[in-house]
T-cell receptor, first 114, second 107 residues
């Protein structure tokens, strides 16, 4: 029973391309999050959203934007992909805010920018 | 210095061994999470705790608030336990993640 779905498992994009990463959850959660995961650094928060059309910057928002037009969908946008954005991207959702309740994660998207 | 430190970074065990993974944090927290990341990348929440101890099957998580330390134990380890185990803490309205412990259990 899949709860958080990311649109792609693997993506290869060229430098300068505009990249869309999509995330959908079916649990009617208010809160959704985008993280990137790099070796030795742990997960770092890029953006989160606590309601439709609401967004908040996380720790590393530079080079990214997000869109939350519907409650179930949270999109991460790389406006102009660069090689330093090569990473694993993880989407998560939760009923309450960061860490208050259990978070459910997607399967991850491994993005390579060449 | 990372606010959340895990040890060891890598751990190899034989099937059946008792496993301990440690997590230390440097500031006051309101909750601590243990997560499991499978080789494919997906993350599953194992525990959320703010005091004491929790048990689920062969997994046990403990936390000592005074010492700012938590441990995740796996009893009778099995190759399917091979994964990256991540500790995360809730600080104010934010989450901080450890870098993870990569566990390999050999048959």
């Amino acid at each position: 029973d899949v709860k958080v779905t990311q649109s792609s498992r693997y993506l290869v994009k060229r430098t300068g391309e505009k990249v869309f990463l999509e995330c959908v959850q079916d649990m009617d959660h208010e809160n959704m999050f985008w993280y990137r995961q790099d070796p030795g650094l742990g997960l770092r928060l890029i953006y989160f959203s606590y309601d439709v059309k609401m967004k908040e910057k996380g720790d590393i928002p530079e080079g990214y934007s997000v869109s939350r037009e519907k409650k179930e969908r949270f999109s991460l946008i790389l406006e102009s992909a660069s090689t330093n954005q090569t990473s694993m991207y993880l989407c998560a959702s939760s009923f309450e805010g960061l860490g208050n309740t259990e978070a459910f994660f997607g399967q991850g998207t491994r993005l390579t920018v060449v | 210095k990372n606010e959340v430190e895990q040890s060891p970074q890598n751990l190899t065990a034989q099937e059946g061994e008792f496993i301990t993974i440690n997590c230390s944090y440097s500031v006051g927290i309101s909750a601590l999470h243990w997560l499991q990341q499978h080789p494919g990348g997906g993350i599953v929440s194992l525990f959320m705790l703010s005091s004491g101890k929790k048990k689920h099957g062969r997994l046990i998580a403990t936390i000592n608030i005074q010492e700012k330390h938590s441990s995740l134990h796996i009893t009778a380890s099995h190759p399917r336990d091979s994964a990256v185990y991540i500790c995360a803490v809730r600080i104010n309205n934010d989450m901080r993640f450890g870098a993870g412990t990569r566990l390999t259990v050999k048959p």
